[in-house]
């Protein structure tokens, strides 16, 4: 054993993260309550732009994965890596930056996303320069990090740090991949990919997102906190070396589940469907060793109610992770998807595991670097039945309502016509099923506020210990031993550890997406599809500020009950000019994908204005700012320039002809709409001619086959 | 449903082989790997998050 050192562990950077996550995750609730309301009184947007579901939808997705998640993450790797190292971080300077650069990045999004400025892929959608602020922080953070596990007194790595380290590794890689773009202005981009590619990568790091950024480092700090908790070692550390290979491993290859029945190439989606089946095993490996933690201890866990949090946290883990590969099935993706199940599903996962265990571990964790008890055990208890219930009045509705919707689109008469052609009919249906949804994430935010309430309480009550002093023996040079094996010494080896895990992690990711971006046959060309006009495209980036995407779909997947209702089903070769893609993962009103020539002109300008009109009973929004304000070109050469050297087939100089060919075509749209009524004023100048071309295009390129009769 | 799920997971090419094929090799290297560790070393390892403090108060858990 090496000589005693005295250091201390830096407790004011974890104080900070708990501070950020308690109050980001505040607003992050507040605003998904606030948009699960307007989802039943869509006047609670007050027709203000800023605060429409389209664009506070991910305001509220980017809020609770990335900054109350995020602060969650970082508050519990810098409290349970300090310790399991038994060194002090290693740059106080880096610390202060992670934490003030990641705020601020939350603040750019907060203000970013309500003006529109949106790359529109989803949990990703954050312009160029907040991403490259991204990509600083967090490399900060990996430096930070690795920096410590060198220094460290610990000879070997735990197993959350492996956790912490996939997660770190995963994380950078995804983020760039995804957010590979051209900018054309200081807030706007073009994406590189596609169509099929963008929405094969896309969804590669979506699912990813879930899994590098609310499971493995949530597992990390299961890991550490559970046993912490209940003051027990881990069930097995076997199950937890296994638990870890499996996972990182198989994760990444599971994105593809996301795309089943849409125009990926099937070996793809087969690919998804096998890894997500897979991932039961090591997920419940995991839970279970979680749960199997507290054998013995099950009297405590009826006492205390920060055991209570982590166990409903673990179960939610165990359920979510048997739902998701279920959902990956084909036959049962065929009924959830595009619905309110899905939704259900994902919080299951994050107001249960997320949730709950961030709660267990701030109960657990601020008393103790604040050096007192907890201000109200009995409030602590009164949260966790608040949550719970909560998560119950969320989810049994939303998945009634999944299923009822899915139900009512695919039933057909005995003639053989659909029961419910009218798409709102199956909205209007399960309206009472999101009011109570809106109820069961409101109980939750109360518990939410009580728990803020009690720990600010607490913390007045005690006093944080900065600098908290502490020794432990200077780490001595590992005697190899005879017959060690393997893991034993990458357990020592945390570079070795950081490149055997980005390997793992790289096979899937290259077996899956290499082959779609090289083999040209994976999108197959149409002859008849054309890039957008600049009126198209302009209006098709109105539609990607409006958050439209949050609500509509555009993929008609190959069932009857799809190509009945909306018409021929979609092909790959029809998003060839697609950047970003917009096929959508959820279907509050109908997919649009054929919508082209389906209405009138004028139809849309009244339903744009006022939805109600067209449609009675219609849940969305006005945008009446649609019809006022005037259409900026400002930037329309600048797009074509960028779209053109993406092999975009303009032709030579279109750049130049492009805003004059956009005013042709809006004088266009616009005389069709006075002559179909519409009276207003410069109407050719007006945002709403942009949209309303782009919607007139949608799915138009490829005419289907007409049907004759034998 | 099963005729279907193999039907639908006909067209699976080499690639997934390969995938199936690489991560078996991962499972049962680990597999074999842990199973060969120490007691004494797994019992090490699982007590790392019990003894890294020394300054934590007395049990938090009891009710108010």
């Known amino acids: ?710 | 449903m099963y005729k279907y799920i193999l039907e639908t997971a006909g067209n699976i090419n080499w690639m997934a082989l390969f995938s199936l094929f690489t991560f078996l090799t991962v499972f049962i290297l680990a597999i074999v790997l842990v199973f060969r560790r120490s007691d004494d070393h797994l019992r090490h390892m699982a007590s790392l998050p019990l003894d890294d403090d020394h300054s934590s108060p007395s049990d938090q858990t009891e009710k108010n």
């Not at chain 1, 390997?503 to 008849?528: H, R, T």
Request: with cysteine; charged share 15%; glycine share 8%.
């Open chain 1, 1 to 710: 054993m090496g000589k005693m050192e005295s250091f201390s562990y830096d407790n004011k950077i974890v104080k900070w993260f708990a501070y950020a996550t308690i109050i980001w995750g505040l607003v992050g609730m507040l605003v998904g309550v606030w948009a699960a309301f307007q989802l039943v009184f869509p006047s609670l947007n007050f027709s203000t732009a800023e605060v429409s579901f389209g664009r506070i939808r991910p305001l509220h997705t980017n809020a609770v994965i990335f900054a109350f998640v995020g602060n969650g993450i970082f508050m519990g790797v810098y409290h349970s890596l300090q310790r399991l190292l038994k060194a002090r971080m290693f740059s106080d300077a880096l610390s202060k930056f992670h934490f003030w650069g990641w705020q601020a990045i939350i603040l750019a999004a907060a203000i970013t996303l309500p003006l529109g400025l949106t790359s529109s892929h989803e949990y990703a959608e954050l312009e160029w320069p907040i991403d490259i602020a991204i990509a600083l922080v967090w490399i900060a953070f990996g430096i930070n990090m690795f920096g410590t596990i060198l220094k460290r007194r610990e000879n070997h790595l735990y197993v959350a740090i492996w956790f912490y380290i996939a997660t770190w590794v995963t994380v950078t890689v995804l983020h760039v991949f995804n957010n590979l773009s051209i900018p054309y202005s200081l807030l706007h981009s073009i994406p590189v990919l596609a169509g099929v590619q963008d929405a094969l990568v896309q969804w590669w790091y979506g699912h990813n997102a879930v899994a590098f950024f609310l499971t493995t480092p949530y597992l990390g700090l299961m890991y550490y906190y559970l046993p912490k908790a209940s003051n027990r070692p881990i069930f097995s550390y076997k199950l937890s070396i296994i638990h870890f290979w499996a996972l990182i491993f198989i994760y990444i290859w599971a994105g593809p589940h996301h795309l089943l029945y849409t125009s990926l190439p099937d070996w793809a989606q087969s690919l998804g469907t096998v890894f997500s089946i897979m991932l039961i095993a090591p997920s419940w490996g995991g839970m279970l060793n979680g749960l199997l933690t507290l054998r013995g201890a099950w009297d405590r866990v009826r006492q205390d109610p920060i055991l209570k949090f982590m166990v409903v946290a673990v179960s939610a883990y165990g359920m979510s992770t048997l739902e998701g590969p279920l959902l990956s099935i084909k036959s049962i993706n065929a009924i959830s998807h595009y619905t309110d199940w899905t939704v259900a599903h994902v919080h299951i996962g994050t107001l249960g595991w997320n949730g709950m265990l961030t709660f267990g571990i701030l109960y657990w964790l601020i008393p103790r670097i604040f050096n007192t008890k907890l201000h109200s055990m009995r409030w602590a208890n009164i949260h966790f039945w608040v949550a719970t219930l909560g998560i119950l009045f969320y989810a049994i509705p939303l998945y009634w309502a999944g299923w009822t919707q899915s139900m009512m689109w695919k039933q057909f008469e005995p003639d053989g016509f659909l029961t419910y052609p009218n798409f709102l009919e199956t909205v209007t249906q399960i309206l009472p099923m999101y009011l109570l949804r809106a109820i069961g994430g409101t109980i939750y935010l109360v518990g939410a506020i009580l728990m803020s309430v009690n720990l600010f309480k607490t913390m007045g009550k005690g006093n944080c210990e900065d600098n908290e002093v502490t020794e432990a023996p200077a780490l001595t040079p590992h005697k190899k031993v005879k017959g060690e094996y393997w893991h034993k010494w990458i357990e020592r080896r945390p570079v070795q550890m950081l490149m055997g895990a980005t390997v793992v992690v790289l096979i899937g990711g290259l077996v899956e997406i290499f082959p779609m971006l090289i083999i040209d046959d994976n999108v197959p060309k149409i002859a008849s599809v054309q890039p957008y006009t600049p009126l198209e495209l302009e209006g098709r980036d109105l539609y990607i500020r409006e958050g439209c995407v949050g609500c509509h779909s555009q993929m008609v997947r190959p069932f009857r009950s799809e190509t009945e209702r909306y018409g021929d089903y979609s092909k790959s070769g029809e998003f060839i000019y697609d950047r970003p893609f917009l096929w959508g993962s959820k279907r509050t009103g109908p997919d649009l994908h054929r919508e082209g020539g389906k209405y009138t002109n004028s139809w849309h300008y009244y339903h744009m204005l006022e939805p109600e009109s067209m449609s009675p009973g219609s849940i969305m929004p006005p945008y009446p700012w649609l019809i006022e304000d005037d259409l900026s070109t400002k930037y329309t050469s600048a797009k074509i320039k960028v779209l053109q050297s993406l092999n975009t087939p303009y032709p030579e100089g279109y750049a130049d002809q492009a805003v004059a060919d956009l005013e042709e075509q809006a004088r266009e749209v616009a005389d069709q709409l006075r002559a179909e009524g519409v009276e207003q004023e410069n109407l050719e100048k007006k945002e709403i001619v942009a949209l309303i071309a782009y919607l007139q295009r949608l799915g138009t390129d490829i005419t289907p086959e007409p049907i004759v009769e034998q």
